[in-house]
């Protein structure tokens, strides 16, 4: 970090001298709490703000990452990501990948945000990085603009060290993240939450979880969520990676019962929190966009509630006495109609469900059906007569 100078003011080899408005030399001024370069003929402070740059974190099919070294100053010679500064009115995103361009030869699209980070520098004073890590990267790969070179390189000993600690930590951010967004199916979600009926048939696991997932999945379930309330959690982390890979294979919405850690290092595309568990609000802080946040509810207030809170969608029951949920009342046919034409987001029935009352739910509106005990026999034929509606 560069030194303060003894105005209070970060030590910089280039000063603006005069102002931009007027021309006339600057001075300094004590202004809203700080020094401030300041006209005393436009009786004005002139503000500094830190320049807006991007860098392009690039992954080659072999786990390398692309450099690029730079002929210009500052830090000329050294290695650093590709990217620059953003221009006048352009999207932040497109500036990124128009440098990696122009740097590269390379063509690509943003992936995910690799985070933000504030460099010093002695040419430009503050520069505040915004990085993006770009996929589906095509094109021949030839250094350009501002640099003579331009080559992947494997994390760790091999590669050069890196010019801008920011454009470091932004490379750690999407290392520290690469394991969540390879198991996470990021934009294959293949169900439309706008939909009220997008699961049909909810399938919850309970006993043999990742048998019931294949029989599931093979009879086209659009949902599985892994319920597990007993196994230690190393066990159940295993158990969640393996069903995200069947349920990978067949395109079907993965979420996880009650733990969040979970959810996030198997790759589940959501979680499914009870009304004691985390709250909505602490859980977004701390999974990525689109996660999908389901919440129990047993009540039009607590339905609404959730809604209000931000849930994906609910789960509304116990609707029949259950002994997979003892100790809760049933709410009935009734509470089930009055939430559904109360909240706007999908309502997923649940509790004694079997295929004998489904039709009775129907009736009230209801257009989704969770189920444990009801899919331990015949998984595939009640699953199928669920979705295509036969019941
Ligand atoms: N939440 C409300 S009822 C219930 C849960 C988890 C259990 C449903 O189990 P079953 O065997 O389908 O009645
Ligand atoms: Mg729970």
Redesign the pocket.
Same mark, same amino acid.
């Given at each position: 970090m560069t030194p303060d100078n003894h105005n209070g003011l970060r030590k910089k080899t280039q000063e603006k001298l005069f102002c931009y408005f007027c021309g006339s030399r600057l001075t300094e001024k004590q202004i809203e709490g700080r020094r401030r370069l300041f006209c005393s003929r436009c009786n004005r402070p002139i503000y500094e703000n830190p320049l807006p740059a991007t860098a392009a974190v690039v992954f080659n099919e072999n786990r390398e990452i692309l450099l690029v070294q730079r002929n210009v100053e500052p830090k000329i010679g050294q290695w650093c990501l590709p990217g620059g500064f953003v221009e006048l009115f352009e999207e932040p995103e497109k500036a990124c990948l128009r440098e990696l361009t122009e740097e590269t030869g390379l063509e690509g699209e943003i992936d995910y945000w690799a985070g933000n980070a504030l460099s010093d520098s002695p040419v430009y004073k503050s520069v505040i990085v915004m990085g993006y890590g770009v996929k589906n990267v095509r094109g021949q790969l030839k250094a350009g603009d501002d640099c003579d070179n331009a080559v992947f390189f494997k994390p760790g000993a091999d590669m050069p060290p890196i010019a801008f600690r920011s454009h470091l930590k932004i490379l750690e951010n999407a290392l520290a993240g690469e394991t969540m967004r390879k198991n996470a199916r990021a934009g294959t979600l293949s169900l439309d939450l706008s939909d009220p009926g997008c699961f049909g048939a909810y399938v &919850?696991t309970s006993g043999l979880h990742t048998e019931l997932a294949k029989k599931a999945c093979g009879a086209g379930a659009r949902v599985l969520q892994y319920?597990e309330k007993r196994a230690n959690r190393g066990e159940m982390l295993k158990i969640a990676c393996e069903i995200r890979k069947i349920t990978a294979a067949s395109n079907t919405l993965f979420i996880v019962n009650d733990f969040i850690d979970i959810a996030l290092l198997a790759g589940a595309d959501g979680v499914h929190l009870g009304q004691d568990d985390i709250p909505i609000a602490e859980a977004r802080k701390i999974t990525p966009p689109g996660f999908i946040i389901g919440v129990?509810t047993h009540s039009l207030t607590q339905a609404l509630e959730a809604e209000k809170q931000g849930a994906d969608y609910i789960?509304c029951?116990?609707v029949f006495a259950?002994p997979?949920?003892e100790n809760?009342p049933p709410i009935g046919p009734d509470t089930v109609k009055q939430v559904i034409e109360s909240v706007h987001i999908p309502v997923v029935t &649940?509790?004694?469900?079997d295929l004998d009352n489904i039709p009775l739910l129907r009736k009230v509106g209801a257009r989704n059906f =969770?189920?444990?005990? =009801?899919l331990q026999k015949n998984t595939e034929t009640v699953i199928e007569k669920i979705n295509q509606e036969i019941i």
């Open positions: &919850i319920r129990s789960g029951g116990p259950t997979t949920k809760y &649940i509790g004694g469900l =969770a189920m444990v005990r =009801a």
